[in-house]
């Protein structure tokens, strides 16, 4: 088996959280948004769709530029079907933020995969600010029904610290009649604040806590979204785990509720490194720059989770070639996600001659692998799991067959022909 170093200059889509967000913001505003560095990819056209329903007009001025005219804080209309948001769950949540409220009726559902996903944890507290909100499986599933009502303030310290629903109730107290305050039990990342303090918004955060005051406006946008840390978080992983690697992923987006990987990655002994850093209107970016090398276990605790929990499908790739166990505790959430993560990606790593094996709130994992060739592994449908066990293969140098390879669309349509790109994989 070959592990051939790769070595290459690679660029990512767009960031996927601000993309969503910036479409979804922009059809609150007074006025005409410009948006550079959109991600065109499925989940974050449902966004797009989803404001279109609401009235917000959206241009294509390029594959990556969108012109939205927005509807105002109190303009939009009430859609004329059922609003479908596929497999996205920021569309779905953080949308839900966005029609709890209106003076009108709203129904929003998903694929499959998505109606199986926990929604208490959005509908709960928008009850509580008033919103006269119903779901399936008592309020728990979507689809979710949206009848008006007119939303109180709320001071609500959430269970799970999750960053679409900490964006939905801010959503919704922007255009409401009191304060609404988030404080989360663990900081998650912070782009829709970022974002509505460039629309005027009136917030204020300290710590872990987030407080919106209602206003009357919000000012259009004009960003330029850098690529995506969890896009480029396989191709990081990818160069970090074969030895005589070198990478450079261009302008990636940097906030530091983002970047986790990149710690627990230097921690197993990897060489990563920001160079040309900036700012991308209000967010942190950078060139990553990476070189491979032999890579030692390590333990992932609680507290590290939220700010790389996109990427932990990827830390299992490093974690398969690095030498000793590695175990990632407190991630109970991967079981909530496009699949069940945890067990989508056990049970691949072992089809792949990988000891691997489930925690009650995480996954373990002993390297350094060497991979079983000819295996078929099950993606679940899910984006992530599909991609990190494509650079699971390209990393140990075999094809690993994947049940579909659609999924990827989700976020990152490219992915195959960068990896063929950079790797020389077949996808
Ligand atoms: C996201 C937040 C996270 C993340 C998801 C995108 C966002 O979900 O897993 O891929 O854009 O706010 P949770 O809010 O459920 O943690």
């Not at 509807?71 to 779905?92: F, H, K, Q, Y």
Request: with cysteine; hydrophobic share 45%.
């Amino acid at each position: 088996m070959s592990r051939a170093s790769i070595s290459g200059c690679i660029e990512v889509p767009g960031d996927k959280s601000m993309s969503h967000r910036a479409v979804l913001l922009a059809a609150l505003a007074e006025g005409d948004s410009r948006v550079r560095g959109f991600l065109r990819a499925d989940d974050t056209q449902r966004s797009v769709e989803l404001v279109r329903a609401l009235g917000a007009e959206v241009k294509d001025v390029s594959p990556t530029e969108l012109r939205i005219r927005g509807r105002g804080l109190r303009g939009l209309r009430e859609p004329a079907n059922v609003i479908d948001a596929g497999n996205s769950g920021t569309t779905l949540r953080i949308g839900a933020g966005l029609l709890a409220g209106q003076p009108f009726f709203s129904t929003i559902t998903g694929d499959a995969s998505l109606r199986r996903r926990p929604m208490g944890r959005i509908v709960a507290p928008l009850q509580a600010m008033g919103a006269v909100v119903r779901g399936r499986a008592a309020g728990t599933r979507a689809p979710l029904t949206f009848c008006g009502g007119s939303l109180r303030g709320l001071r609500v310290a959430t269970s799970v610290a999750s960053a679409q629903v900490k964006s939905a109730l801010l959503i919704a107290g922007v255009r409401g009649t009191g304060e609404v305050s988030v404080i989360e039990p663990e900081a998650t990342r912070d782009h829709t604040e970022r974002m509505l303090l460039a629309m005027g918004a009136l917030l204020l955060v300290d710590g872990r806590e987030a407080r919106v005051t209602p206003t009357d406006e919000l000012a259009p946008l004009d960003v330029d979204i850098p690529g995506d840390f969890s896009s480029a978080a396989f191709f990081v992983v990818l160069a970090a785990s074969v030895p005589g690697s070198e990478l450079r992923v261009r302008r990636v987006g940097t906030n530091p509720t983002r970047t986790g990987l990149v710690e627990v990655l230097r921690r197993m002994g990897a060489t990563i490194v920001f160079e040309e850093s900036g700012s991308a209107t209000g967010e942190p970016c950078a060139d990553l720059v990476v070189r491979g090398g032999e890579l030692r276990a390590t333990n992932v605790v609680a507290n590290e989770v939220p700010r790389m929990i996109d990427e932990l499908p990827a830390l299992c790739v490093a974690a398969a070639f690095a030498k000793g166990r590695t175990e990632i505790q407190g991630a109970s959430e991967l079981r909530f996600k496009e699949s069940n993560r945890i067990v989508a990606m056990v049970e691949a790593l072992r089809a792949l001659g990988i000891p691997a094996g489930e925690l009650a709130d995480g996954l373990w994992i002993e390297g350094p692998a060497t991979l079983r060739a000819g295996v078929r592994c099950e993606t679940h449908d899910d984006h992530r799991v599909a991609m990190a066990l494509a650079t699971l293969g390209a990393a140990g140098g075999i094809d690993v067959e994947l049940s579909e390879t659609a999924s990827v669309a989700t976020s990152f349509p490219d992915f195959f022909e960068t990896l063929r790109r950079i790797a020389g994989a077949r996808g």
